[in-house]
């Protein structure tokens, strides 16, 4: 049966223990086990969904509320940043734990590490993190990626960073025709695996920009369809897709014009394999999420629904 809620053993809708709406959803199939694993995030605790006991088992509380959580499944465990607390980990046994050292953070020099990332991605087999705060500073228009394979090694072997232009910051990855995405405020760019030596010095990735005048305003609006095809919500106030640009033209007076400026990095996205539609959850006219638009094939539809998160999960 499909069911909107998490129930408990009577069939009553579980409420998170801390009484948070949950902002972002993570579903993980052990490859080892092929288990299923479901975790729901709000601004203050990560938990896990006990299948067993219906119930909601804490896993992680945070230091202080947080606004935004991304995740990725990465050598068969959970990588997840809320840019508050220590990128963390989480092998699907105990509680979630800083990633490579467990008191100061990611070690990317010796005695040097890197302690929050607003961003993170896999693409070819590397964790890149992006927007991140090391050794006391923040490297807005950084990202940085460990040793291929190896998510506590971010020192030597392929390990490295580059800075992504000179200025606006990271605002999210995504992927495109085999290309990680870095979005920034303003503009956006491309990046590929080359794995090559240039003058002695090992280069991983190179990169070059898209454009230079439009970028991605919320992380959590970038989604890809089952073609591939990439979309974002914009620097523009439009909703676009890579290959052929604006595509909210229909809705953009009525609608997208009236998403609340304040609260756009609520915007979240997901893409429904039944329909074939690509959905967003916007704050229209309100601080809060409150309406869904769905886009198809160059077709939109809208409903008033309150959505803060998407999440799918296939309880046996």
């Not at 579903?27 to 092929?34: C, E, F, P, Q």
């Not at 509680?95 to 005695?111: H, K, M, P, R, S």
Request: net charge negative; with cysteine.
């Amino acid at each position: 049966m499909r069911e909107k809620d998490l129930l408990d053993g009577d069939e009553n809708k579980v409420q998170t223990p801390d009484g948070n709406p949950i902002i972002h959803y993570h579903r993980i199939v052990k490859r080892a086990t092929g288990i299923e694993y479901l975790l729901a995030f709000t601004k203050r605790h990560i938990y896990h969904w006990n299948p067993d006991t219906k119930a909601f088992d804490l896993k992680f509380t945070c230091s202080a509320d947080c606004e935004n959580w991304e995740t990725v499944n990465y050598n068969d465990k959970v990588i997840a940043t809320n840019f508050l607390d220590m990128v963390l980990v989480w092998t699907t046994a105990g509680d979630f734990v800083a990633l490579d050292d467990t008191t100061n953070g990611i070690e990317y020099e010796t005695g040097i590490y890197l302690t929050k990332a607003k961003h993170l991605i896999v693409y070819e087999s590397y964790l890149i993190l992006g927007y991140t705060y090391e050794n006391g500073n923040y490297y807005p228009q950084r990202m940085r990626w460990n040793a291929i394979g190896e998510e506590e090694n971010w020192i030597t072997g392929t390990s490295g960073s580059t800075e992504v232009g000179k200025s606006d910051i990271i605002t999210g990855f995504g992927e495109y025709q085999g290309l990680l995405i870095v979005f920034k405020k303003y503009s956006y760019a491309k990046y590929w695996l080359v794995a090559t030596s240039v003058a002695g010095v090992l280069q991983v990735f190179n990169g070059s920009f898209i454009s230079t005048k439009i970028g991605c305003l919320c992380s959590g609006s970038i989604v890809n369809d089952s073609k591939g095809r990439l979309y974002w919500y914009a620097s523009d106030g439009t909703f676009k897709e890579i290959s052929v640009g604006t595509i909210s033209g229909p809705i953009q007076t009525d609608i997208v014009d009236k998403i609340y400026k304040s609260s756009v990095e609520k915007i979240r996205s997901d893409f429904l394999d039944e329909t074939g539609e690509v959905v967003w959850s916007i704050p229209f006219n309100n601080v809060l999420n409150n309406k869904l638009i769905a886009f198809n094939e160059g077709k939109w539809l809208q409903v008033n629904l309150a959505i803060p998160a998407f999440g799918d999960y296939h309880e046996a």
